[in-house]
């Protein structure tokens, strides 16, 4: 592609990446850095101090000399009100990251700074932000040269439904295949708190200013729904849509070594593709209850697993007092699952983890990263979400593309997992008749995502076609 080569002749552009400050999507636009670094573009990733750190620190699958191109600036936030995860949930959605999420929007001013410092530097400031973080950048439209892009964290799937049923239905553009809005989708009730939403609101208001939207999903999982945005979007503006992903490193190297993980030495040690890696990610913890019913379900399922229980983030991962409370397990547990399963406590290296062949299932909360990675490696889901988009992941993931089952009903959020929920789910993924069709789902939509990424496959193409676009 020319882009690499044609160097001289090319107007110089930089890219700006203004993530919001919560794992998920710290670690979304720093993959996106490093595939735009890789054609040649300088990036800034513009944070707080202690998020930027958690970025690096946790990155998974690059090795870090690949940050040495990306430029971090690292800004403060003014002090706002530090409050712990909670444990106890009636919405799950983790809300002690909601001050944290409001102090971000004094970015604004830094992140204004930074653009104009680079547009006279730059033929082209391309702005790429994370859709909760369109306040923050929003003077884009001060610079002459700057454009931006909305990027969407989540399914096209997620976003076309719910933009889809917020349109009254005497206004809505046009008529869509009644299966591509099924009828029994979960509900949005439950998925997150009133000040969440009011946040999310907000942000949307804001938004007008860009020139396309970025999605991290790919034309092979969801083409229908891209498009169908597409095709929404049309009715209003002329931006553009391009779906990007998977973003995560395709092709994991797990050879033996000093800083392997533990978990990879004992899975290179069990069968081909008998072992179920359960997360729920970064923002969730689970009941003292309901982690007693996963224990007692994971025991009696007789399957093996690895299990990642940890506490929720709080606002500063690197605060000592993060480190203190750790869930309890039932007496002896560890002990009595020693010979089948396997309790990490710690930061897992879940890329590396799916990848392995000895893992043949993904207990999750149905983050869509976590959906990509599973989907990418071709490895089926239990789903489990927890709130935001999850229930709805969950969904394209069970109902849709089948290429899992489900743990938690949405229906019934309200209420604990009991093991018995439990055990049913997680033989019918890994030891069922069903089961091995839904495996063999997920290997053959695996190969096709990771077919797609090669040269010349659909989404090499749209990445390709996204970066020649910036760089015209
Ligand atoms: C996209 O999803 C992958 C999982 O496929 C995740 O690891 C990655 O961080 C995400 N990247 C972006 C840019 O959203
Ligand atoms: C939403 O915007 C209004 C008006 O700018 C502001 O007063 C309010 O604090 C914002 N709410 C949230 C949750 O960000």
Known sequence: MEVQNGNQQRPQVVVVMVPLPAQGHLNQLLHLSHLITSYGIPVHYAGSTSHNRQAKVRLNG????????????????????SRPPKDDLSVPFPSHLQPLFEASMHLRKPVYNLMQQLSVKYNRVVVIHDNSMTYVVQDVKLITNGEAYTFIPTCAFYYFVC?????????????????????????????????????????????GFESGWLYNTSRVIEGRYVELMEKLSSTKTNIKHFALGPFNPLHIKSESGQNRHECLEWLDEQEKSSVIYVSFGSTT????????????????CGEKFIWVLRR?????????????????????????VKDRGMVVRDWAPQLEILAHPSTGGFMSHCGWNSCM????????????????????????????????????????????VKSSTIEDAVKTLMASEEGKEIKKRAAELGEAVRGSVAEGGVCCLEREAFIAHISR
């Open 62 to 81: 690059w090795d870090l000399e690949s940050l040495t191109n990306i430029h971090f600036h690292d800004f403060e936030l003014p002090p706002f009100e």
């Open 163 to 207: 933009l889809w049923e917020n349109i009254p239905e005497e206004e809505k553009p046009f008529q869509i295949d009644p299966n591509d809005f099924p009828e029994c989708l979960p509900s949005r009730e439950g998925c997150i708190t009133e000040d969440m939403l009011e946040f999310v609101i907000n942000q949307s208001k804001c938004l």
């Open 285 to 300: 913890s689970l009941t003292d209850e309901q982690t007693k019913e996963l224990a007692n379900g994971l025991e009696k």
């Open 312 to 336: 929720a983030d709080s606002n500063d991962v690197f605060a000592e007092a993060d480190k203190v409370r750790n869930p309890q397990l039932p007496a002896g547990y560890e002990e009595r």
């Open 373 to 416: 990675e599973s989907i990418s490696m071709g490895v089926p889901i239990a789903a489990w979400p927890m709130h935001s988009d999850q229930p709805r992941n969950a969904f394209l993931l069970s109902n849709l593309l089948k290429v899992g089952v489900t743990v938690r009903d949405w229906k019934h959020r309200g209420e604990v």
